[in-house]
Every structure is written in structure tokens, then in C-alpha cells.
């Protein structure tokens, strides 16, 4: 069984009259204590933004591989290269949204969950602190 729920969507979306479907809130920005529940709520999160990349980024990806949580995603480049593995593909289209949803199964789930985990691992601050200090020092030493 899959429910829907959209926590930030535009005041001028088109959603369908479907009961699987509910709308917490048109966009709004949320309590950090409401935004921290709705992640806890969620198995998956859905990131179905424009492959065109309308926003610079979005922490959200980073809360969820900080969770360890697997995400539905579109095809926006920022999301494939950030979520890698923890990602599963589903376009940005209500028609190719839907067919992933219909095609979605335990197993892809569990594997983007551990891939989440994984890349959690990757991006731990001492890791990142470390390669940064290196292009740092690199970039210096070219100067």
C-alpha cells in the first residue's frame, strides 16, 4: 500500500482527486520540530523536482542520506550525483511518477536504504574535511 503525502507544493498544483493522495500543506515553509516528524513518518521521500534544476540545491537530500533514507528522485543532476545509489530514479512527470510508484517493490526500497546509509558514510564531515583540506593545499601550492 503506498500513501502520498505532499508537505510543500505550489498554490497553483494541479492534484489529481485520488483518496491515495493527501496535501498537508501548499507550500509553506515548516517548524523544524514539524519537518523532523514528516521525515520520521516517511519510508521514502519523493523529490520529484524539474530536471532543469530551477533551485541551486536542496538540504533535504542531504536529511535524507543523513537518515539513511531512501528517495524517489527525478532526473535534476543535483539529486542523480548527491543521492548516487541511495536515488531511485522516477522522473518528474505525473505519468512517469506513477509508473514508478506502480513498479516500486521491497527490495529496490531496502537497496536504496543501504546505499543511503553508505553514502552517509562517504560524506561524514572527517571525510569531506580531509579531501577539502587536500584541494585546499593543492590550490595553494599552485599559486
Same mark, same amino acid.
Do not use: N
Given at each position: 500500500?503506498?500513501?502520498?503525502? =505532499?508537505?510543500?507544493?505550489?498554490?497553483?498544483?494541479?492534484?489529481?482527486?485520488? %483518496? !491515495?493522495?493527501? #496535501?498537508?500543506?501548499?507550500?509553506?515553509?515548516?517548524?523544524?520540530?514539524?519537518?523532523?516528524?514528516? $521525515?520520521?513518518? =516517511?519510508?521514502?521521500?519523493?523529490?520529484?523536482?524539474?530536471?532543469?534544476?530551477?533551485?541551486? &540545491?536542496?538540504?533535504?537530500?542531504?536529511?535524507?542520506?543523513?537518515?539513511?533514507?531512501?528517495? $524517489?528522485? /527525478?532526473?535534476?543532476?543535483?539529486?542523480?550525483?548527491?543521492?548516487?545509489?541511495?536515488?531511485?530514479?522516477?522522473?518528474?512527470?505525473?505519468?512517469?511518477?506513477?509508473? /514508478? $510508484?506502480?513498479? %516500486?517493490?521491497?527490495?529496490?526500497?531496502?537497496?536504496?536504504? !543501504?546505499?543511503?546509509?553508505? !553514502? !552517509?558514510?562517504?560524506?561524514?564531515?572527517?571525510? #569531506?574535511?580531509?579531501?577539502?583540506?587536500? $584541494?585546499?593545499?593543492?590550490?595553494? &601550492?599552485? =599559486?
Amino acid at each position: 500500500d503506498i500513501q502520498v503525502a =505532499c508537505w510543500s507544493i505550489g498554490a497553483d498544483a494541479d492534484v489529481p482527486d485520488d %483518496l !491515495r493522495i493527501v #496535501i498537508a500543506d501548499r507550500y509553506d515553509l515548516a517548524d523544524p520540530s514539524v519537518y523532523a516528524m514528516r $521525515l520520521a513518518a =516517511c519510508d521514502v521521500l519523493a523529490m520529484p523536482f524539474d530536471p532543469d534544476g530551477d533551485m541551486l &540545491a536542496t538540504g533535504t537530500a542531504f536529511d535524507a542520506i543523513g537518515l539513511g533514507m531512501p528517495v $524517489l528522485r /527525478s532526473d535534476w543532476g543535483f539529486l542523480v550525483e548527491v543521492l548516487g545509489d541511495a536515488g531511485i530514479p522516477m522522473g518528474h512527470t505525473a505519468s512517469a511518477i506513477a509508473a /514508478s $510508484l506502480d513498479a %516500486l517493490d521491497i527490495d529496490t526500497v531496502a537497496a536504496a536504504g !543501504r546505499a543511503a546509509v553508505m !553514502r !552517509r558514510d562517504e560524506l561524514t564531515w572527517d571525510t #569531506i574535511a580531509a579531501r577539502t583540506l587536500t $584541494l585546499f593545499e593543492e590550490v595553494l &601550492a599552485g =599559486c
